[in-house]
C-alpha cells in the first residue's frame, strides 16, 4: 500500500499550488476529494455485496443439509414403518399386546427412532449456532480478545430484550394513587 506520511502530503500540496495554480487549486482538490469518496463508497458497496453473497451461499448449503436430513429422516421413519407393518401383519399376537396396552412390543422401535430424532435435532442446533457465531464474529467491529479486556459487551442483544430487561418492574404501591 502507499505509504502517505504528513512531510509528503506537503510536498504534492506545495507541487499542486505551483503546477495548477492557487485560483484553479480549490476547486481540483474537492474534484479529487469527490473522485475518493465515490471510489470509497464504490469498494464499501462492493464488499457489502461479497459478503451478502457469501452468506447466501451458506445459508443455501445449510438448507441444503436441513433437507438432507430430512429427506434421511423420512426415509428412516419410512423404513421403521415398513417394519412396523412387516410384523404387525406377521405377527397378530404383538399387536393384541399392544392393543391391550403391553408396549414391550414396539418400545425397541420407538425408541431408536427417537434417539435418531434426537441427535438430528442436535446436529442442526449445533450448525445454527455455529453459524450465527461465525456470522457474528465476520460482522464485529471490534475484537473479541479487546472487548474482554476493556469490559466491553461479548454478546449482541436484540432490542426488545434490552427494554425487558431494563423496563422498571411494576410494583404495588403506585406513584399516582
Known sequence: MIDLGLSKIAIIGVVALIVIGPEKLPRVARMAGTLYGRAQRYLNQVKSEVSREIELEELKNLQKEVQDAAHSVKQSVEKSMHGVENSISGN??????????????YD?????????????????????????????????????????????????????????RFRPRASSSSFYS
Open 92 to 105: 397378530l399376537a404383538e399387536v393384541e399386546n399392544a392393543w391391550r396396552g403391553d408396549s414391550s412390543a
Open 108 to 164: 425397541g422401535h420407538h425408541d431408536a427412532h427417537e434417539a435418531m430424532l434426537r441427535a438430528t435435532n442436535d446436529d442442526l442446533a449445533r450448525k445454527a449456532r455455529e453459524f450465527r457465531r461465525k456470522k457474528l464474529v465476520r460482522n464485529s467491529a471490534i475484537p473479541g480478545w479487546y472487548k474482554q479486556r476493556h469490559g466491553g459487551k461479548l454478546h449482541v442483544q436484540s432490542a426488545a430484550a434490552r427494554v425487558a
